[in-house]
Every structure is written in C-alpha cells, then in structure tokens.
C-alpha cells in the first residue's frame, strides 16, 4: 500500500521585536495503517485548525515523531498525553523508553540519523506518488526572509547558525539530496531535488 502524506503546516521562523517566532513543518503521513505526526511544532492552535481541516482531531493520531528535541519542534506533544512519542532511536510511552531501529514500527517509512543539526537527528524517507520524499527535518531550513536556494551547491554550504556539527551537517545534507526526490525541510518551502 502506497504511503500518503500532507503538510498540514508550513514551518516558519523569523525576529518580531528582538523575538524569535519558530515552528516547523508538520507533516501527517499515513502507513501500515497508523496516522503519524511529524514534528507538531510549537503553536498549539495552528495545529488544531490544521487537523480540523482533516477533519481530525489529537485522538485520531497514532504516533508523532519528533526529527530532533528542539522546543520548537516538540512543544506541542503536550496535546497528545496518550499517545506514543518517536524519536529515531525510541519509543516512548509515558515513563516507559523502548529501543527500536530502521523504520518506523509496522511501517514502510526509514529512519536515517542526519546528524549536524543536532547531534540526535533523524530524517524520515518514504516512497509515496510523488517518488521517495524525504521529512528533512532541520537539516534544511531558512529564516522566512530568506532567499531558499535549492541548487545543490547553496543546499550543501546555507549556513545553519544553529548547528552543532558543521561538517556533520553537510554530510547530512549530502546523503539526503542523493535519496531524495522531494523534500520537506524543517522550515521553507518543500521542494523538487535538482537532478
């Protein structure tokens, strides 16, 4: 069975008055059956309107994995109390921390360590019709004024102020841009991979 997904919110981050306002891309994917949330951000009513518009509500999710822990990608688990949390290495179940690895349990969609950023970050890969997308995660992201070059060469160098492990970083970016035919970056625009 065909993976499906949608982008229930673009991710996006920019400076109002000394602030920073973030929150990522969220993407519903559905496979082996389970709805899976990806990345459910920091705004807690943007993302209710969003699954209302699916008609879906927090009850109706299965799993949300987070790509990494920072505040702004995972502040909104508080919504799902009941639900299990992924991460790419663990599933947690309230105080209760299991190991897995490869793809995420009863699905077809991999997990691939995308360090840099973070040094605990992972990307999701999965086959859908739009060929083999990638939920990038922050391996990929720009501040909302920002010019999104999606060249090979701009995608490899854009500056992350933000990462931990530069060289890491690119190398991330490599090995997505080699699987990827469409990829969603953490905040921006998704995008088609330049062959």
Not at 83 to 111: E, F, Q
Not at 134 to 150: H, M, S, T
Request: aromatic content about 8%.
């Amino acid at each position: 069975m065909m993976i499906e997904f949608v982008i229930l919110i673009q991710g996006y981050a920019h400076e109002r008055d000394g602030v920073l306002i973030a929150s990522p891309t969220t993407v519903l994917i559905e496979s082996g059956g389970l709805k899976i949330l990806v990345d459910p951000g920091a705004n807690p009513q943007r993302l209710l309107d969003a699954l209302k518009k699916e008609d879906l509500t927090p009850d109706d999710i299965d799993v949300v994995f987070v790509t990494h822990h920072h505040l702004d990608h995972v502040l909104n688990i508080r919504l799902f109390p009941h639900k299990d949390i992924y991460d790419g290495v663990s599933i947690n179940r309230g105080d209760r921390i299991m190991a897995y690895s490869g793809s995420l349990p009863d699905t077809d969609v991999a997990v691939i360590p995308t360090p840099g950023h973070t040094e605990e970050h992972w990307s999701l890969h999965m086959k859908t019709r739009c060929g083999h997308v990638v939920v990038a995660g922050d391996v990929f992201w720009w501040y909302d004024d920002e010019k999104q070059e999606i060249d090979r060469e701009s995608l490899i160098t854009h500056e992350d102020l933000y990462a931990q492990d530069q060289k890491a970083l690119r190398a991330s970016r490599k090995k997505l841009l080699e699987i990827a035919d469409y990829l969603i970056p953490g905040h921006g625009r998704p995008f088609e991979v330049e062959r």
